[in-house]
């Protein structure tokens, strides 16, 4: 099992989409857009888990619009004939990883229905964060959602805490 940063390996692009694709369908040319997006300088990063040669997993980490330590993980995805084998395990553990090896304080992400899965790891119920983009970088420490909310339309936000404060 390896993993792959997607901006520095275009050839697993086209099979990461397609694999994306099997729970959110999207324009191929919007889906490899943001994953051969290049990082600014660290994040975003888009990962692939890869096993024989094939993509089987993937994750994208991106900073939070909200504090420059925080970090939102996002399409989080093992393919269906791999699932129940611990790899979704392994994959939230090189995406903890990664995000701890950038000095993030904490980890966010919204799931509807993994909930329990995500509390293995340590994730307990969070609050709504954005993501950084190049449209809403001007905002940077700015919180426009509501910290109390952890529901939203059926989603849960969950957050773990990456050092100890």
């Known amino acids: ?49 890869v096993k024989d040669e094939k993509v089987i997993g993937h994750y994208r980490l991106s900073e939070s619009l909200e504090n420059e330590r925080w970090c939102v993980v996002e399409s989080v995805i093992v393919s269906a004939q791999h699932r129940g084998l611990g790899l979704g395990l392994k994959l939230m553990q090189h995406c903890l990883d990664l995000a701890d090896s950038l000095s993030m304080d904490e980890i966010f992400l919204s799931t509807k229905d993994k909930m329990g899965f995500y509390a293995k790891l340590g994730f307990v119920d969070g609050f709504p964060v954005s993501i950084l983009s190049k449209v809403n970088a001007m905002f940077r420490g700015k919180h426009f959602l509501d910290k109390s909310v952890t529901k939203t339309d059926g989603v849960t936000w969950m957050s773990c805490k990456l050092v100890d404060s």
Request: proline share 10%.
């Open 1 to 49: 099992m390896h993993f792959f940063s997607l901006h520095e390996n275009a050839s697993l692009v086209e099979e990461t989409c397609s694999l994306l694709d099997t729970c959110w369908p999207k324009s191929r040319f919007a889906r490899r857009r943001k994953l051969e997006s290049p990082p600014r300088p660290q994040l975003p990063v888009s990962v692939a888990m």
